[in-house]
């Protein structure tokens, strides 16, 4: 008994003699824990201290919370059950969430943010850099963190085309208001980019583009297998484009042969020709004949078994085409190229008279008819509609 009460006496001196020390130092414009430097404004303790206390609670928060959850109970009264899909039991997130609206109430009505956007954006800066090594090293996509990342990359395709779709809306309000795409500094002249971002692009363009290439590729063929178009990667019925895009590059192929440019890098063109002669050249060189032959017999084979048009993909209930593709694939045979070749035909023509014998299918017909009528070649005239131009050319094969 006597040992307690000497513990509570000097318990009680010890609490005595820190507040007279706190209430010097606090009137003297000292930290209350060292005594030696100003506190940080608004704190009580300076740096140096606030830093260890922060790091020592952080530790200790991090421990009982970790305790709390292996036991099951909710990890900020460790006294009930969380509720199920939550973290928190009901009552300490209905305290939490008063809480939270009487302070965005407080704040708002002295104009202040909710939070400080400097130190949010370095929390949120700081927090993203974690997730990414963690996930990195887990070997999961770096946004979701759930799916595998694509073959050389460090996200899966489908945040991929997120992200790309986040970027393409950025770059539009960007180039709407005038500013460059990347840094967003005023752009004159209606450019993408400034000079200094510009030559940044440039040069790793040039440095990445078997990278590029690559990714590119990768992108065509996830977009494909999952039957969206390959472009915007928006749903096109199992075609490669869309009929949006497809609207998009006829228009633009027009217009741009209306100008007189190149189709692909829109450089002047001469002759009434598509491209330029280097768009030409690597064209020609990137084509494979035989590729593009056998995806035509595939594409031919799958829509004859499914009963669609084999040119549009329409259904043609059992026929190769449909009506309209059908009647513009026969007005683009060789019977409706120029005015048909007929056989010949001949007439004999009586020069004293003037009568007409015929018209006769062949030379054999034309002596029958001049030795029935008694006519010798001198007194007749015999006419036929054969083309000067055939007596140039050979004889057909029969």
Not at 172 to 179: H, M, P, S, T
Not at 363 to 368: I, K, N, Q, S, T
Request: aromatic share 4%; net charge positive.
């Amino acid at each position: 008994m006597c040992d307690q009460d000497d513990t509570e006496v000097r318990r009680a001196r010890e609490r005595a003699r820190w507040h007279r020390r706190a209430e010097e130092r606090r009137a003297s414009g000292r930290c209350l824990a060292c005594g030696k430097r100003p506190p940080v404004p608004g704190r009580t303790r300076c740096e140096p201290c606030a830093s260890k206390a922060r790091e020592a609670d952080r530790e200790r928060h991090r421990r009982r919370i970790e305790a709390r959850i292996a036991r099951g109970l909710c990890p900020r009264c460790g006294k009930t059950e969380p509720d199920p899909g939550l973290t928190l039991c009901d009552p300490c997130n209905e305290k939490r969430n008063r809480a939270g609206r009487a302070r965005d109430a407080r704040l708002r009505a002295e104009g202040r943010p909710r939070r400080d956007p400097d130190n949010a954006k370095a929390y949120e800066r700081e927090r993203s850099r974690r997730l990414y090594i963690e996930r990195k090293a887990e070997g999961t996509c770096t946004k979701c963190g759930s799916a595998p990342p694509a073959e050389g990359r460090s996200m899966c395709e489908p945040c991929r085309e997120d992200r790309r779709a986040a970027k393409k809306a950025r770059h539009r309000q960007r180039r709407e208001a005038g500013l460059c795409v990347r840094c967003s500094v005023p752009v004159p002249g209606g450019k993408a980019h400034c000079d200094a971002c510009a030559a940044e692009r440039n040069k790793r363009r040039r440095r990445d583009k078997e990278a590029k290439r690559a990714s590119d590729r990768r992108r065509y063929e996830f977009r494909r297998a999952r039957g969206d178009c390959t472009r915007c990667g928006k749903p096109a019925n199992g075609a490669a484009e869309c009929q949006a895009c497809r609207d998009a590059a006829r228009a633009r192929y027009h217009s741009r042969r209306a100008a007189g440019q190149c189709v692909a890098c829109c450089a002047p063109t001469f002759d009434g020709a598509a491209m330029c002669a280097p768009c030409s050249v690597a064209r020609a060189e990137r084509r494979n004949r035989e590729a593009e032959y056998a995806a035509r017999r595939r594409r031919y084979a799958d829509r004859r078994a499914n009963h669609k048009c084999v040119d549009c993909s329409a259904p043609s209930a059992g026929a190769a085409r449909c009506e309209a593709c059908a009647r513009r694939h026969a007005e683009g045979s060789g019977a409706y190229r120029g005015i048909p070749v007929w056989d010949p035909t001949w007439t004999v023509v009586e020069l004293a008279t003037g009568q007409e014998h015929g018209p006769f299918d062949s030379e054999a017909d034309v002596a029958l008819c001049l030795a029935f009528e008694r006519l010798s070649r001198d007194e007749v005239e015999i006419l036929s509609d054969v083309s000067p131009m055939a007596l140039l050319t050979a004889h057909p094969w029969e």
